[in-house]
């Protein structure tokens, strides 16, 4: 991820801009993560309060149940996050990039921003 997919504007601008890959109707797919940014923007345009997706989580579903869970970690809860490490048996099998990822979830920047279908920040008992 870089510093385009932790803005939550720029991300929607570029896919609305992108082209169809196929023509529609012939054939289907996805990617996960876009797709948590095309869920979040239809929830932001038709909420009458214009909310940020992860305020309208926090606000509708989040605190009414009690839990923890944020899509856009407050910075004053930061040093509540664990680092993701690799095991060593992983960091024997993976390739550089994929040992990048590593630097990637442990972003403090990564953990602010609002990405949906990426980057939920929760304890464990709200997992639970």
């Known amino acids: 991820m870089d510093k385009m997919e932790s803005n939550w504007t720029a991300m929607i601008q570029t896919l609305?801009?992108?082209q169809p890959l196929w023509i529609p109707g012939t054939n289907h797919g996805y990617h996960a993560v876009t797709y948590g940014w095309l869920v979040g923007e239809l929830?932001?345009?038709?909420?009458?309060?214009?909310?940020?997706?992860g305020?309208?989580?926090?606000?509708e579903i989040v605190?009414?149940?009690?839990?923890?869970?944020y899509i856009g970690l407050p910075p004053s809860i930061q040093y509540r996050v664990s680092?993701?490490?690799?095991?060593?048996?992983?960091?024997?099998i993976l390739n550089e990039t994929m040992l990048n990822l590593f630097e990637i979830w442990n972003?403090?920047?990564?953990?602010?921003?609002?990405?949906?279908a990426a980057i939920g920040m929760k304890?464990?008992?709200?997992?639970?």
């Open 16 to 18: 609305e801009e992108q």
């Open 43 to 53: 929830v932001c345009r038709v909420d009458p309060k214009k909310r940020s997706f």
């Open 55 to 59: 305020q309208f989580l926090q606000d």
């Open 63 to 69: 605190n009414p149940i009690e839990i923890e869970f």
């Open 83 to 92: 680092s993701v490490v690799p095991h060593l048996d992983t960091k024997n």
């Open 107 to 116: 972003d403090r920047t990564i953990h602010q921003a609002e990405i949906p």
């Open 123 to 128: 304890n464990a008992w709200s997992v639970a």
